[in-house]
């Protein structure tokens, strides 16, 4: 008897029992060797006083089974719940979010009959690490944190999963004529990695248009890989133009463990109904069962499938009256797949994953660091200044207040107050006074701590209220910081 794997299975809330059960059943009508261990999270944990909706026990099983297929989850309203799926990505360090996007056309209506797309979105890090803080009365900031070590895993998954799955290119979305440093650091990562795959084109797009692109013409894309909050974003997007929100599966993938879901929620609107459409967890179940190497279960499901809505079987949200032959429920349209098990699609292409598919993709650990030459050179202070006190006042308070540190520009949201401000009305709320060792920028020499610390203390006995700090560094001479506009 073949062995069988044991996996985490959660059932979710609202549509999401009706769902798993579907999908459990087509498992094991298939004979899927795994080994089922059911775990509690989501709205009644989160509703019995714990405010992350995964309690110890799950944890428990989600460490020793290090597989977990989930059903959507409804976060309560209210302040205090954190999003389970946020806590569990980071936690499990689930550092890639693979969203394969697939047009069902005409069985599903798409205007783009042929998308077959993968999306390969970094998972931990940008805007979405949720580092957030109020300054002052009036601004709030949220900081986006991107290290060389989570592109160069995102970056490298995208390209080894192309290489594995026959893809052609990988495409990758940045802003980075605007963000120089963060997304900056993401399109230098992706040419380095990218020159180590010759067999794979690569190329490059800004993410506006490679959004507009993905609405206008997403046949053209193969891989993508970009940052957590524009993948998010193109996910939706791309989900959208192929019909197909509902039927979509992804993959959270990190080093030690996975989390398989369908991309939509928990639907609450048609809860208990038997008319939700389990096909997304299905397709995630699928993608489960390439992960855990049992690409002949996986093939033989997703064949199943395809027969099943080439035949016209479909659940209410994809039913039309050109396409479908019959309407059924969640529990009818399983009872198809399971009738269909060891068909093939004559319309749609087969399924034929291969072994140890997967196997390798998620090993590329981090690199070893590389240490450059790093000097401290200036440094950025934050004043709250509610009462709008021109900037000419504040650079005449402070400029001569350290022999080492020189004022030299003082900015408001990114653009110069002073000196020689060309701006109208100035926003004087929040003024960021640069003060470095040397005006010019080839010239800086290194300054100390405690340089900075005097600085702080003396612009602190002026009365003015520091907010925030940011320490400028060059790196083996290169600057660390981008220049205010107009510096
Ligand atoms: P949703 O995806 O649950 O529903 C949007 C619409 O699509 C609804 O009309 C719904 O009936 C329909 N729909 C969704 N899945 C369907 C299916 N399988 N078959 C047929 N119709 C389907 O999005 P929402 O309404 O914004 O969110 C509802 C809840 O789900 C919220 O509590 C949200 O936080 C949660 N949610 C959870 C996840 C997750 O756990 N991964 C993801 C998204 C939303």
Known sequence: MAIKTPISVAYGDGIGPEIMQATMRILEAANAPIEPEVIEVGEKVYLQGNSSGIPDEAWNTLKRTKVLLKSPITTPQGGGYKSLNVTMRKTLGLFANVRPCVSYYPYVPTKFPKIDLVIVRENEEDLYAGIEHRQSDEVYQC???????????????????????????????????????????????????????????????????????????????????TLNLYGDIISDVAAQVAGSVGLAGSANIGNQMAMFEAIHGSAPDIAGKDIANPSGLLNAAVQMLVHINQPNVATLIENAWLTTLEDGIHTADIYSKEYSKEKVGTKGFADAVIKRLGKKPTHFKPANYQADVETNIQCYGVRPAVVSKKVLVGVDIIIDNPKDVPAEEIAAKIAKVSNTLQLIVITSRGLKIWPNSTIDAPYLRHCCCRFQSAKDTKALKAVSQNDIIQLQSAINALGLDIIKTENLYTFDGELGFTLAQGQ
């Open 143 to 225: 900081i986006k944190l991107i290290t060389r070590p989570g592109c160069e895993q995102i970056i490298h998954y995208a390209f080894e999963y192309a290489r594995k799955f026959n893809r052609k290119k990988v495409t990758c979305l940045s802003k980075d004529n605007i963000m120089k440093m963060t997304d900056g650091l993401f399109h230098r990562v992706f040419n380095e990695i990218a020159a180590e795959y010759p067999d794979i084109q690569h190329d490059h797009l800004i993410v506006d248009i490679g959004t507009a692109l993905i609405a206008s013409c997403p046949e053209k894309f193969d891989v993508i890989v």
